[in-house]
């Protein structure tokens, strides 16, 4: 995102009131108690290899699993029909935290950026 530059305190005294609003709606994740499960939870489609299989002619072999990474490779984990509900909610629970974590990172800086201009508009030579 561009940052706009503001030229009256009063405009970046609004600008960091948003900031704060935005920072404690982005907090709210915080305060949650339910569990997060790490990764994204999709429909895979492969084929199994088998010389004589179905999947060979274009039948693929498809199942629910949850995916992520760790130490720089991605995991899979094959989820069982009964648990399909429970771990879409928490994986999503967990994407929801993450974004907020990111949105929280931006706005710390957002506001430094707005300080630094209310400190140039406020500083005067000695
Ligand atoms: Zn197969």
Redesign the pocket.
């Known amino acids: 995102m561009q940052k706009k530059k503001l030229h009256n305190l009063s405009q970046l005294r609004q600008a960091l009131r948003r900031l704060l609003q935005d920072l404690e709606h982005s907090l709210e994740v915080a305060f949650g108690r339910s569990p997060l499960v790490k990764g994204n939870v999709y429909e895979m489609a492969r084929?199994?290899g088998?010389p004589n299989?179905?999947?060979?002619r274009g039948q693929l072999?498809r199942s629910m699993v949850l995916s992520w990474s760790e130490e720089g490779k991605t995991r899979l984990f094959s989820i069982l029909p009964q648990r399909l509900g429970e771990l879409q909610e928490k994986s999503e629970e967990y994407l929801r935290f993450r974004r907020a974590r990111a949105r929280v990172t931006e706005i710390g800086r957002e506001i430094v950026a707005v300080l630094d201009q209310i400190e140039n508009l406020r500083r005067e030579e000695p």
């Open positions: 084929k199994c088998k299989c179905v999947c060979i072999h």
